[in-house]
């Protein structure tokens, strides 16, 4: 018996070498290869494949390009991504000139980004994971986070869910399921990968927001090809909006983008013209279905423009002529493309408009007073959550700090804790 | 401790200060001329690109932006694109490119926007740099600086306010360097360029925009420091307070203090934290009979740390009146909250409160 199986077995063996013997001539048998052999000796160049063309449904003005690409959304579901679009414009306004009067420390707004933000969380789930990168606050508002929130985590009042551990605009909500922005660029991508895999066996997808800059750390790479091996579902989402910092896009990487890198790594591939809404959500959707149905990751990149400076530390003026700006601004506006759209649709108007943006600054503006006024965390609780029990090192200088107090306590706002 | 003898001597001394002030009113200190920190790294830069054409500067932001804290102002200028380099966002691309570079004879000097995304880098700083000259017995040498904003900046919590000088001062192979004024910023730069061995050099952020006076001789072309060597920023005979950086400028404000309370504390600043320079702080300490280090860090395995071992280990620990004393900061991630934050790093009013406590005076 055990002859009779050796036996059997040296025949398979022999069998497939006969099988590759036949087509070894015009097949390549090396692990992997999917491809066949050639006689000639050129380059494959960028321009050797078409680049990825921008989806869109709305053109510049906000028309409706091809009536049969009507968006299937309620008009409620239309209402709200415009109003939060609009809100988040009026709450960064506020928030940065409250950085200019010293009041928080730090602040990044995202004017001309909207339209990613918003048409991307409105085709998600609440159940479904996000990681951000920073820019990405109409994501969380979208979610529901609230003006107070925002002001609260900026001020790091005792409101403030982060406890005043983080910088503004650092924002984190275990009930909408975002993951508290981390300032390390890229760490995210890996990140969301890992996060995607733990949620293999569930509905859920993971969304990870990033900025074509960051797309050139190691990272980004490595995230890229675990979730194709792995299977993942993860969508990657590119805000390329032209610039990082004071990098434009033609010194961060050369080929067809970011969608570009995606069939290579195995990735479905989409590109979304960013300022487009309607085109955003509908891309996201395919992607969000695609994902949690085949357990596969896909690439969003979405173009765009960072109309406001990278941050309250920047001045974009001393790298980009403020025409440019100022094309963007007037022209393929995000927010002024779907108004244009809503109002095309009998759904919006300018008394509607004066409603929101007198709305929206009063809530801002009450919610700052409020912030402002709110106690800070209390000073004891500098020492908490560096592990989940203290060791008995901290509580030491825990301690040491009470009897500081004691002695000084006068010398410090200990009334504003 | 400090006798009433002491305090009249103090306030002898001041007199004499005073006096001589009166009469040199002209003299070399008080013309001198004034530098930001930035500025002194910048001309360091300038005049080592320009002394030596293979020193070039790459990093994220550098060239048209002239750098995230405008330390590289004006180089691309000067320089142009061949020598100041911008780089896509990738620390261990850059930090490696930058290490290639120097293993094939350039001098780089490779600007992370701050150590804490070098983080990224730190394979390439540690196993590449810092091996290669051992590991190629001797063949390979790796003349290369990286530099940038170290420690606690203002407001930029946990991942913005690391101080890596224990870090990289843990590595052989490495030299750590960690100016505190202009005078420190450009001499050990301009030394760490010079360098035949990597050299980090951790910079603080907001010490950039404090001005200095710099002497004749340091604003010559030629000024180097040289790189191991501590300085003597005040001298002082009751207690002897060592510290690098930021850390420095809290020492002495907290030796004004005790100079009010007749405390003669010396201060003494690091510069290098590899190698340390350990023989100025056995002098001061044999003078002293008492240490206390300070710095932004964290305590365990930190700078003071080292320090104290090494004292421990040697004679001059038999010429300690009282055992050696740490100040650092707090041992938590740093919280971004103000009032938080300043609670977070040693204060003038701590440095006190320890050298009193150690001289047992009130
Ligand atoms: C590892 C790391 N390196 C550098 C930085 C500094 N930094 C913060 S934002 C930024 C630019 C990122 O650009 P991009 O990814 O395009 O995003 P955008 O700001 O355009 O939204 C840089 C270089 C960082 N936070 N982390
Ligand atoms: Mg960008």
């Known amino acids: 018996m055990g002859l009779n199986r050796s036996l059997r077995f040296a025949f398979n063996i022999s069998k497939s070498w006969i099988q590759i013997y036949k087509t070894y001539s015009t097949c390549p048998k090396f692990p992997g290869a999917k491809t066949t052999f050639t006689n000639q000796l050129q380059f494959t160049e960028t321009s050797s ?40 414009n009026v709450m960064d306004k ?6 200019r009067q010293g009041r928080i420390s730090f602040y990044m707004t995202s004017y001309g980004e909207e339209a990613t933000h918003i048409g991307s969380a409105a085709a998600l789930d609440l159940d479904d994971l996000v990681y951000g990168q920073y820019r990405e606050a109409g994501v969380l508002m979208y979610r529901g986070f609230t003006l107070q929130q925002f002001v609260d985590q900026c001020y790091g009042n005792i409101d403030d869910k982060g406890r005043g551990r983080q910088m503004p605009v650092h924002y984190g909500s275990k009930d909408l399921n975002y993951v508290t922005i981390s300032s390390p660029l890229g760490t995210q991508l890996p990140q969301a990968v890992g996060s995607a895999y733990a949620l293999k066996d569930t509905n859920r997808v993971v969304i990870c927001y990033f900025g074509e800059g960051s797309a050139s750390e190691g990272d980004a790479h490595a995230a890229f090809n675990f979730s194709a091996t792995l299977g993942c579902p993860v969508i990657f989402f590119c805000r390329n909006n032209g610039y990082a910092i004071s990098t434009p896009v033609e010194e961060q990487y050369r080929g067809d ?12 591939t989409l590109r979304v013209d960013g300022n487009d809404v309607l085109a955003v959500y509908e891309a996201t959707k395919l992607a969000k279905d695609f994902a949690s149905k085949e357990k596969k990751p896909v690439l969003i990149e979405a173009l765009t423009y960072r109309v406001g400076d990278h941050s309250t530390s920047d001045d974009s003026s001393s790298y980009r002529p403020k025409e440019e700006v100022s094309d963007w601004l007037n022209n393929d506006y995000p927010t002024k493309k779907f108004r244009h759209y809503l109002e095309s649709r009998g759904l919006w108007n300018e008394e509607h408009e004066e409603q929101l943006l007198a709305q929206a600054n009063k809530g801002i503006l009450a919610a700052l007073s409020n912030g402002e006024k709110k106690k800070k965390p209390k000073w004891t609780e500098m020492y908490e959550d560096v592990y989940k029990f203290m060791p008995l090192h901290i509580k030491k200088q825990q301690d040491a700090m009470k009897d500081h107090l004691k002695k000084y306590g006068k010398y410090y706002p200990i009334d504003s804790f | 401790m400090v006798s009433k003898s002491g ?17 040199f009113s002209n003299s070399k200190t008080l013309a001198a001329k004034q530098m930001t920190v930035r500025d002194a790294l910048n001309s360091a830069l300038d005049e080592e690109m320009t002394r030596d054409e293979k020193v070039f ?8 932006y002239d750098g995230a804290y405008k330390v590289t102002r004006g180089l691309w200028k000067k320089y142009g694109d061949k ?41 390439q700083i540690i196993n590449s740099a810092a091996k290669t000259f051992y590991m190629s017995a001797g063949r390979v040498n ?3 600086v990286f530099r940038g904003p170290n420690g606690a900046a203002a407001g930029v919590a946990a991942q913005h306010s690391q101080c890596y000088g224990a870090w990289y001062a843990h590595c052989p192979g490495l030299k750590v360097v960690s100016p505190y004024n202009s005078e420190d910023a450009k001499g050990l730069l301009k030394s760490a360029i010079r360098d035949p061995d990597p050299v980090v050099c951790l910079e603080n952020e907001i010490l950039y925009g404090v001005q200095y006076p710099m002497s004749d001789e340091a604003l010559s072309s030629d000024f180097l420091l040289p790189i191991g060597k501590a300085k003597i920023e005040r001298p002082g005979k009751h207690i002897t307070l060592v510290a690098h950086s930021k850390a420095v400028e809290t020492c002495l404000d907290a030796a004004k203090e005790l100079a009010g309370k007749g405390i003669e504390a010396e201060v003494i600043n690091l510069r290098s934290l590899r190698p340390i320079d350990i023989d100025t702080i056995t002098k001061s300490v044999v003078k002293t009979n008492h240490l206390v280090s300070v710095e932004q860090g964290w305590p365990t395995c930190g700078i003071g740390a080292e320090i104290l071992a090494r004292l421990m280990e040697s004679e001059v620990f038999y010429h300690l009146d ?3 004393v740490r100040i650092t900061g707090a041992d938590v991630p740093m919280p971004y909250t103000q009032s938080l934050e300043v609670a977070a790093l040693p204060r003038p009013a701590d440095v006190v409160d320890a050298v009193k406590r150690l001289l047992k005076v009130k």
């Open chain 1, 49 to 88: 494949y078409a680049p990825i063309p921008i989806f869109r449904i709305l053109g510049p003005k906000g028309e409706l390009l091809n009536s049969s690409d009507e968006p299937k959304l309620s008009e409620e579901i239309l209402l709200k991504m415009y109003k939060d679009m609009t809100v988040l």
């Open chain 2, 7 to 23: 305090r009249t001597l103090l306030n002898l001394a001041s007199l004499n200060r005073v006096i001589s002030k009166r009469a």
């Open chain 1, 94 to 99: 506020i928030l940065y000139e409250s950085q």
């Open chain 2, 83 to 123: 020598r100041v380099i911008d780089t896509p966002i990738t620390e261990m691309g850059f930090a490696g490119i930058a290490t290639g570079a120097a293993m094939a004879g350039l001098r780089p000097v490779c600007e992370f926007m701050t150590f804490n995304f070098a983080m990224q880098a730190i394979d």
């Open chain 1, 257 to 268: 983008g970011i969608a570009g890198k995606g069939p290579s790594y195995g990735i479905n």
């Open chain 2, 322 to 324: 009282q055992p050696a």
């Open chain 2, 142 to 144: 790796v003349p290369i």
């Open chain 2, 57 to 64: 500067i790459l990093g994220e932001e550098v060239a048209q």
